[in-house]
């Protein structure tokens, strides 16, 4: 993404998309402001994407989703201190109703991601490899169920 920003490359998905024209089923991810784009991307492209997966992430009535028929796991951290739980909590409207979701205990914002340390965010309880390992299983058994 340009300077590393989803919000400066909302549409890069649909060149990954183009160069792989055999795969037909599609599912888009993303984190913290990436969740957001990829909400977005969905919405722009609605019959391009088969699944959602946010990270920490959540849309708003900007990207309102709460009418499509799309499968979306959200997994969020119970001391994340950017995407808080009741931010999580108060945006469910805007996704479908049918919405997974799963909440690591002590996982926090910083840790879906590998770059350090985040201002305003909380103090894990667990390790990043934990999180990260409890992150890739539930996506796993997301996308394959």
């Known amino acids: 993404m340009p300077l ?9 998905a649909l060149k990954v998309m183009e160069k792989y024209p055999d795969v037909s ?3 888009i991810a993303g984190h ?16 391009q994407v088969g699944k959602l997966i946010l990270l920490a992430a959540y849309t708003t009535s900007s990207y309102d ?26 945006n469910r409207v805007f996704l479908p109703a049918d919405t997974r979701y799963y909440e690591i205990d002590g996982g926090n914002h910083a840790q ?3 770059y350090g340390m985040q201002f305003g965010d909380g103090q894990a309880q667990i390790s ?12 796993l058994a997301f996308l394959e169920g």
């Open 4 to 12: 590393n920003l989803a919000v400066f490359g909302s549409d890069k």
């Open 128 to 139: 990043a490899l934990e999180q990260l390992e409890i992150t890739v299983d539930q996506i």
């Open 65 to 90: 989703l709460s009418q499509r028929i799309l499968p979306v796991l959200s997994i969020t951290a119970s001391n994340d201190g950017l995407s808080t739980p009741e931010k999580i909590k108060k």
């Open 25 to 27: 089923d599609w599912s």
């Open 112 to 114: 879906f991601g590998d």
């Open 32 to 47: 913290s402001l990436g969740g957001a784009m990829a909400c977005r991307f969905c919405l722009d492209h609605p019959t």
